[in-house]
């Protein structure tokens, strides 16, 4: 059984950083894509970033240069890097195993 725990979120100052971790068990880590997306409220679900199998990333624009995803295979484990947060990425965060297992998500809140 698919299994995705993320940890981390919280509140943040605009400005600041957090990292997000998103621990997998249930499946073949090390050969999955792995993705972050977010929901804000009133605001349908969006893609944020991924990362391939062989560790090739991508990005939303909105959060290019800000945020990094990155995985260790060791570990079973995706993070995702969160700098310069702004107020706009308040929401819930996300991990996924696509198309179709999902964490139970984490919140992040950017407030001063």
């Known amino acids: 059984q698919v299994h995705l725990v993320e940890t981390g979120g919280g509140l943040a100052q605009p400005g600041g950083s957090l990292r997000l971790s998103c621990s997998a068990s249930?499946?073949?880590?090390?050969?999955?894509?792995m993705a972050w997306y977010r929901q804000a409220p009133g605001k349908a679900r969006e893609l944020v970033a991924t990362v391939m199998s062989d560790g090739r990333t991508s990005y939303a624009d909105s959060v290019k240069g800000r945020f990094t995803i990155s995985r260790d295979n060791a570990r079973n484990t995706v993070y995702l890097q969160m700098n310069s947060l702004k107020s706009e990425d308040t929401a819930v965060y996300y991990c996924?195993?696509?198309?179709?297992?999902w964490g139970q998500g984490t919140e992040v809140t950017v407030s001063s």
């Open positions: 996924s195993r696509p198309p179709s297992n």
């Open positions: 249930g499946f073949t880590f090390r050969i999955s894509q």
